[in-house]
């Protein structure tokens, strides 16, 4: 019946065509278009920053990196990410445990508060801390009063740092506890686990590359971060500086070695970050269901 159509006959000849089959002329194009935007992008000014930091000689640059300004800058920025990072992922199990596993009224309601920090701008993040624990409103007038400083202190860091990177432990898990599922709980639960012991021994391992996927990404922005801080720091030099607004502050005094050295450290840490990031992906996929002597052996263990 359709003999007389070529370009079926074609098509039915060789229905699982390759989808990369096509010219070689196209295929270069594409990996070199490629290619030149990862060097504009990515290579040349990961190189520019090296050299900048380098170009005084390797005396210098450490001489950059233990300058007391640079050593508290990434002190608090260390402390910063220690406190941050756990919290939001406690916050993260938490939160994905409640949405993937039961149903209450508000569910929609939490997803939809999980996302705000994605579409609040930083910088309106710490202009919100300012106004509701300032010195000069009515809780952060209270705290101060008590000795209790927020704003332009290392608290008002921690809490802008937290709310911002919040929503990357939670995002990440909540997808993964749903294509996990919950019968293999279930199952532990009728043969006698309890809850934290199902909890430990089989919801975890089945999202810890999920959670260390989240944790990954929630300690580069926590790290990484600019706006909020900014906001919210005072800019008190040795005090309140992270490693992004010392870094600011030394370009903008026209220290380019110490600026760029302290930079170098903050590049190490995004490709720490991308290669980490590459094998957890690869390792973040769905947990295939066990059987019942295997969740049992797991809840014996």
């Excluded at 210098?60 to 990072?85: F, G, H, N, Q, W």
């Amino acid at each position: 019946m359709f003999e007389n159509f070529g370009w079926l006959s074609q098509s039915q000849a060789d229905p699982r065509k390759s989808a990369t089959a096509d010219p070689p002329l196209v295929r270069f194009a594409l990996i070199a278009i490629a290619m030149l935007f990862l060097g504009l992008f990515l290579f040349i000014p990961v190189a520019a920053v090296f050299a900048q930091a380098l170009q005084h000689g390797l005396g210098e640059y450490l001489k950059s990196i233990i300058d007391p300004e640079a050593r508290s800058a990434i002190r608090l920025t260390l402390m910063t990410a220690a406190i941050a990072v756990p919290l939001n992922v406690l916050f993260g199990v938490a939160a994905s445990w409640a949405i993937a596993r039961f149903d209450f009224p508000g569910k929609q309601t939490l997803l939809t508060l999980i996302d705000i920090p994605f579409s609040v701008s930083p910088v309106i993040a710490g202009m919100m801390f300012v106004l509701l624990l300032g010195v000069r409103a009515p809780i952060g007038g209270w705290l101060y009063d008590h000795g209790i400083r927020i704003i332009f202190a290392e608290p008002g860091i921690v809490l802008a740092t937290i709310f911002v990177t919040f929503p990357l432990a939670a995002r990440e898990l909540i997808p993964i506890m749903q294509a996990v599922g919950s019968e293999e709980e279930e199952a532990a639960i009728v043969l006698g686990a309890g809850g934290w012991q199902t909890f430990l021994r089989v919801t975890l391992p089945n999202v810890k590359w999920g959670l260390l996927y989240g944790m990954v990404l929630c300690n580069a922005r926590a790290m990484g971060e600019f706006g909020a801080v900014s906001v919210v720091s005072g800019h008190i030099r040795g005090h309140t500086n992270t490693m992004p607004l010392y870094i600011e502050i030394m370009y903008n005094d026209y220290h380019y070695v110490a600026a760029f050295a302290v930079s170098s450290l903050l590049t190490l840490l995004a490709i720490a970050t991308l290669i980490a990031k590459h094998f957890l992906e690869r390792r973040v996929i769905p947990v295939p269901q066990k059987g019942a002597d295997e969740i049992e052996t797991k809840v014996a263990a």
